[in-house]
């Protein structure tokens, strides 16, 4: 099974850059979609950005679109979401996720232990 890790969570000020890392270990016929998602107290989990197992295709929320970027390294087994011009309202919990393919084929959902981001205004 997949075990995914992030990193790179901090205080940064408002308009600063934060660069998250999320790197997967274990065994998998496969990783296909990965994202990362990020959640507050209270709200549900919200989809930040994702990207295709080619890095072909991106997907983002509206609230960061032109603010971060995502990327792959499939030689590092790691994703990034680089963070810029960050504001208060993009504090939360940021959570990388996973979607494998296990060695007896079948389909698993994969989430990290969260990473948190605090923007100060």
């Known amino acids: 099974q997949v075990q995914l890790v992030e990193s790179g969570g901090g205080l940064v000020q408002a308009g600063g850059s934060l660069r998250l890392s999320c790197v997967a270990s274990?065994?998998?016929?496969?990783?296909?979609?990965m994202g990362w998602y990020r959640q507050t107290p209270g709200k549900q989990r919200e989809l930040v950005a994702a990207i295709s197992s080619d890095e072909s295709t991106t997907n983002y929320a509206d609230s960061v679109q032109g603010r971060f970027t995502i990327s792959r390294d499939n030689a590092k087994n790691t994703i990034y979401l680089q963070m810029n011009s960050l504001k208060p309202e993009d504090t939360a919990v940021y959570y990388c996720?996973?979607?494998?393919?296990?060695?007896?084929?079948?389909?698993?959902?994969?989430w990290g232990q969260g990473t948190l981001v605090t923007v100060s205004s």
């Open positions: 274990g065994s998998a016929a496969g990783i296909n979609v």
């Open positions: 996720n996973a979607h494998t393919i296990t060695t007896n084929y079948r389909f698993l959902e994969v």
